[in-house]
C-alpha cells in the first residue's frame, strides 16, 4: 500500500483534497472554511505533481500544500467572509396580512396590547411604534403595518 501512495503522489494529494472538502461541506457544513483551504491546497498540489511542474516528493509535496494553502487562504479569505456576512436576516418580513384594515375592539396602548380574532386566530395586536402614539382607543379603525408570529402591530387608518 505505501509503494502505491509514494508511486502515485499525484493521485494521494487529490484524494485527500477531496476528502477534506467533503468533510468541510458534508460535517461541518461550511462553519469552518480552514479544510476548505486545506482541501484546496491539496487538489493544487496534486495537479501540480501530475502536471510535471513538482518532483513526485514528499518534501515537495508537503512543501507545496503547505504554501498553497496558505497562498489561497490569503486569496480567498476577503471574498469567502463577505458572502458569510451576507446572510442577515431581515427584521421586516413583507406578508399578506400587512394592509389588512379592522376596528380595535378594546383599548390599546403601549404597554397593554389588544387581541383581535382573525381567520381562526386570536392575534395580539400591539400599537407601531412608528405610529408616536401611545394608545389607541376602542373603536378605531386600524391597518395591519408589520406582522410577527401571531402579533399584528397597528396604527391608525387614515381616512
Known amino acids: 500500500m505505501i509503494e502505491y501512495i509514494q508511486a502515485h503522489q499525484a493521485g494521494f494529494w487529490i484524494a485527500l483534497g ?10 461541518t457544513g461550511f462553519s469552518t472554511i480552514v479544510l476548505l483551504f486545506a ?5 493544487a498540489t496534486g495537479l501540480l505533481i501530475m502536471a510535471g511542474i513538482l518532483p513526485q516528493t514528499w518534501l515537495a509535496g508537503i512543501a507545496t500544500f503547505g504554501i ?4 489561497l487562504s490569503a486569496l480567498l479569505w476577503g471574498p469567502m467572509k463577505r458572502f458569510q456576512d451576507k446572510s442577515e436576516p431581515q427584521n421586516k418580513q413583507s ?3 400587512v394592509g389588512l384594515e379592522f376596528v380595535c ?3 390599546i396602548s403601549l404597554t397593554q396590547p389588544g387581541s383581535h380574532k382573525y ?3 386570536t392575534w395580539k395586536v400591539e ?9 389607541i382607543a376602542n373603536g378605531t379603525p386600524v391597518v395591519v403595518s408589520e406582522v410577527n408570529v401571531g402579533l399584528f402591530k397597528v396604527k391608525p387608518k387614515i381616512v
Open 39 to 43: 482541501g484546496l491546497g491539496a487538489v
Open 18 to 27: 477531496f476528502l477534506l472538502l467533503a468533510v468541510e461541506v458534508l460535517i
Open 119 to 121: 381567520s381562526g386566530i
Open 95 to 97: 406578508s399578506d396580512f
Open 105 to 107: 375592539n378594546s383599548d
Open 127 to 135: 400599537i407601531d411604534t412608528d405610529t408616536g402614539l401611545d394608545q
Open 68 to 71: 498553497s494553502t496558505g497562498v
